[in-house]
């Protein structure tokens, strides 16, 4: 069974809805996943952007939401996920906005892509704070047991 990871509110490769950006309810889309691999441990969310400022000159990835140690027998995310409705045991960590939780997008010119990365752990990573996404990255290395990814697009209209 291959992990996958879907959104009940877009397809793969579809556009966002405008009710989780910044123009509108700024709240997470609901996620749901299958195909955990046997041995996970944990589970990783990092959404991020890579289309920052501009998708015809990009210059950096910009981060959305960090979430780490999902336990594996959760299998979605509510949309509008607060950290109330998180998992038991779910850790968030700093977005570019120097925040935890969710933000949506926001980009200022062009169609970005938002990539909802998905991560099977063969651990739980220790109580890392509030970390970035590439402190994140470097406590998954050599733990990742599956990925999946998940990309909706965006573009504002004015």
Known sequence: MTLTITSPAFLDNGESPMRYTCDSEDISPALEWSGLPEGNKSVILIVDDPDAPDPAAPKMTWVHWVLYNIPPDALELPEGARPKDLPEGTEEGLNDWI???????????????????FYALDVV??????????????????????????????????
């Open 99 to 117: 925040r935890t939780g969710y933000g949506g997008p926001c980009p200022p010119i062009g169609r970005h892509r938002y990539f909802h990365k």
């Open 125 to 158: 990573l220790p109580d890392l704070g509030r970390p970035t996404k590439g402190e994140l990255e470097k406590a998954m290395v050599g733990h990742i047991l599956s990925e999946a990814e998940l990309v909706g697009t965006y573009q504002r209209s004015r």
